[in-house]
């Protein structure tokens, strides 16, 4: 049986949980799925609740700061990357994490021409941009490369990216040329300044505690964190984030472990096995008489059968 996109029209097989052309969900989110609250380090939530005081501002930011930011990050990549398809080996990592992570669209995803080992997300809430580089690959195997999908992917879910990408043109003031640009940033007064800089530390961890539950085994995020600390370039690149300028790798591996032993973790994970369970079940036809069915309703109202 195949299904149509609702936004680019290609036929998918009915199981599928985003489209493999457009990366677009095709199976709404329910209360099966993994909120960013299920797993979101707390500082990093309290914190978030605090820059609420950006919102104010928010609209200019995003019309001014964050959309200039985007076209700008995008032109560069069309000159020195390609893009992933969902279908290849690469794009299926990335939609087994939009499943697992529950997001509500999988992010454009890019192989970056470049010998440094980097991966970052940019973008806004209707599309993001993941980024990752054949440096990065060389270095990494399977499981690792999914841990920093992973990584990328909490990112996206706990809605970080806006406030990165101000906190990285804040740090990068200097160089913002434009000036009118540079007089927006400067309303963000020094207070708020070291909040965005200390929640960005905390927004790692949850993004860490991300590529755990995609890889449900610490060895693979503490890997790649070593690595990367081992092959920490000088970026050249300052417009691009890379995952190794993030700050002291070994406090985050002990959150890594002890985030594992926790009985949250656990809750997370018992989440997850049983909406991958039941994703036959969450669909909005009945598996057996093919009637219409919500798609988060485990009886079908036609034939009255469990989908599970
Ligand atoms: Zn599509
Ligand atoms: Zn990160
Ligand atoms: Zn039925």
């Not at 199976?27 to 299920?38: G, I, N, R, Y």
């Not at 290849?88 to 697992?100: D, M, P, Q, W, Y």
């Not at 503490?222 to 700050?247: D, G, R």
């Amino acid at each position: 049986m195949q299904r149509a996109c609702p936004n680019c029209g290609a036929f998918m097989a009915i199981e599928k949980i985003f489209c493999i052309r457009c990366g677009e969900r095709v199976v709404q989110l329910t209360k099966h799925d993994l909120e960013a609250l299920d797993f979101v380090y707390p500082p990093d939530r309290d914190a978030m609740e605090s820059l609420k005081n950006f919102e104010a501002l928010s609209p200019l930011f995003d019309e001014l700061i964050v959309k200039h930011h985007i076209r700008s990050a995008l032109s560069r990549l069309e000159e020195c990357s390609s893009k992933i398809d969902f279908s290849s080996k690469l794009g299926s990592i990335v939609r087994e994490c939009g499943v697992i992570l529950g997001l509500s669209r999988l992010p454009k995803a890019y192989l970056l021409e470049s010998d440094a080992p980097t991966a970052f997300t940019f973008g806004m809430k209707d599309q993001y941009f993941l980024v990752i580089s054949f440096g990065l690959l060389g270095i990494l195997d399977e499981g690792e490369v999914k841990a920093a999908i992973g990584h990328e992917c909490g990112h996206i879910k706990c809605h970080h990216i806006k406030y990165h990408t101000i906190a990285e043109l804040l740090l990068r003031g200097a160089e913002f040329s434009l000036e009118f640009m540079g007089g927006l940033l400067n309303v963000i007064s020094p207070v708020l300044r070291l909040m965005l800089f200390s929640w960005h530390r905390e927004s790692e961890i949850s993004a860490d505690r991300a590529a755990l539950i995609v890889s449900d085994d610490p060895a693979k995020p503490i890997s790649l964190l070593k690595k990367l600390a081992k092959n920490a370039p000088v970026s050249e690149n300052p417009a691009f984030e890379p995952l190794s300028t993030h700050p002291v790798y070994k406090e985050r591996i002990s959150h890594i472990l002890n985030y594992y032993r926790s009985p949250e973790y656990r809750a997370v994970r018992e989440k997850v096995g049983w909406r991958l369970a039941i994703s036959k079940a969450l669909a909005p036809f009945c598996r057996f008489c093919g009637g219409a069915k919500p798609v988060a309703g485990l009886f079908c109202p036609r034939c009255g059968r469990s989908q599970v």
